[in-house]
């Protein structure tokens, strides 16, 4: 990932937080055949390994998992993002040297890939990813609610993921290589949003 020197980051808690909040990865891995890629969740074991272990599962149907992967997979989580107009730019008054770009947050993580079939293990895993997302729920759902031959038929139906995290890449673009001056209207620009998002966005603008 191209990540200039401004908008790197480094910081392990930084990385796992983006991580942990996303809603969705992109599995992506690369075959004799070009890049395949999946949109799933994907769930950090973080006490496995030394950067920890990424748990997740895919449709048997789907062809990803039968072609082998050239290399490490990529798993890619994005935070949150917007759109920044030239318009709010101290800078546009001054000269008008400005043009729209977009602000981010996302993590990079690198390992080796291995597709799971043993239904013992794929249960854990869709165990530990229910648990996760249901843990907010007012009465949250267990895999066990469901009768166990229902269970034991969904199982046949997918294919687990475990990929060892050997490398994290961090990039936070939030205005940093802007003036004080610009950053402000930035962060006023979005925080005048209707859309929610845009306005985290503002909350997360380095101001001075």
Do not use: C
Not at 125 to 132: D, H, R, S
Not at 168 to 190: H, I, P, T, W, Y
Not at 195 to 201: A, M, Q, S, T, Y
Request: net charge neutral.
């Amino acid at each position: 990932m191209y990540t200039p020197p401004a908008f790197r980051v480094d910081d392990r808690l930084s990385l796992v937080e983006t991580i942990r909040a996303a809603r969705l990865a992109n599995f992506i891995t690369a075959t004799a055949e070009g890049p395949l890629a999946t949109p799933l969740p994907l769930f950090l074991a973080e006490s496995e390994g030394e950067h920890g272990v990424l748990y997740g599962h895919l449709a048997k149907a789907n062809p990803q998992w039968r072609v082998p992967p050239l290399g490490d997979g990529l798993a890619i989580f994005m935070g949150p993002d917007a759109y920044v107009s030239p318009g709010w730019y101290a800078a546009k008054r001054e000269h008008g040297k400005v043009v729209p770009t977009w602000n981010y947050i996302t993590v990079h993580a690198h390992g080796p890939v291995e597709f799971i079939e043993n239904s013992e293990r794929l249960l854990r895993i869709v165990e530990q990813v229910t648990n996760l997302k249901e843990k907010s729920q007012a009465t949250p759902w267990q895999v066990n609610d469901a009768p166990p031959d229902f269970v034991a038929a969904q199982l046949r139906g997918i294919v687990g993921i475990r990929m060892p995290i050997a490398r994290l890449e961090g990039k936070r673009k939030m205005s940093q290589n802007r003036s004080a001056a610009d950053r402000d209207g930035v962060a006023a620009g979005l925080a005048e949003s209707s859309d929610p998002l845009d306005r985290k966005v503002a909350e997360l603008i380095p101001r001075e």
